[in-house]
């Protein structure tokens, strides 16, 4: 690495939102942009650990409660989010996950999935992108999935949001473009987070290890490696984009 492109991968004069990073993947993501200089802003769901978090933060370092399920949850985050005056950098990564086949589907898991997964990315987005046409530059990442690529039995409900989620990117890149703004997605493969853990059996997860060419879960600084550099300045020219970090298991 040149220098110069270490410098790219610089965000100490950047603010950064994660969205989800409490735990998993969301985690790895603050570390790594925190790790580089950036000032972080990071959401949970709940009060209690939001407290704590912040009574122990080091500077640069804010959490922010924030729960998606619902709609007055999300607004009133958005009406929180307006009122930062900067934002460089903004990771959609918070997403939840229900198992059920088409003709399983309930109402109410969808609605939550649905509200998690893609209406507050879609909303977040047009809220941080504001603030960044105001500074002519911004970086956003959305987390998608393999299961935003492909498809795996009883993920109708997750599935359908991931392959949204892609969707958004898309159509946020071509919005977004003139402004220097550049969206991307990073979908990641099976990382071993407390998700896969719920939604995976032992067995299961040993079968799928058999499937991956890399012969084993992803970690999530691995996600967060990938994410790292499509929201740096490293990052000039790729917009509208999926990055699939999944060991090689889509090569089938
Ligand atoms: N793990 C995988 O193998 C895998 C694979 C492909 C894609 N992904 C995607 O990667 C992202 C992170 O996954 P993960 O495995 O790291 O998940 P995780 O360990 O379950 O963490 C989920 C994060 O999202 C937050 N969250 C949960 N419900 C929320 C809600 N209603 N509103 C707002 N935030 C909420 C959680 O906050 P609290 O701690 O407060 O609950 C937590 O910070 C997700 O979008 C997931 O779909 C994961």
New binding site residues.
Partial sequence: MTSESGQNLDFSDQTALV?????????AIADALGARGATLLL????PD?IERRNAAAPPGRRYLR????SAD?LQAFLDQLASIDRIDVCIN?????RVDAVDEIDPADWD?VAN??LR?PALITGVVARTMKRHGYGRIVN?????GHRVWEKRATYAST?WGLRGLTAASARDLAADGILVNTV?????D????RRNYSEAELASVVNRIPLGRL?R?DEIATAVLFLASRGNSYITGQSLVVDGGYGLG
């Fill in positions: 969205t989800g990073a409490t735990r998993g993947i969301g985690e959401t949970g769901t709940d650990d924030a729960d998606f399920a949850g990564n918070a997403g939840i996950n939550a998690v997964n507050a987390v998608s999935s393999i299961w991931k979908s990641p493969g099976f990382t987070t407390a998700l896969v992803a999530t």
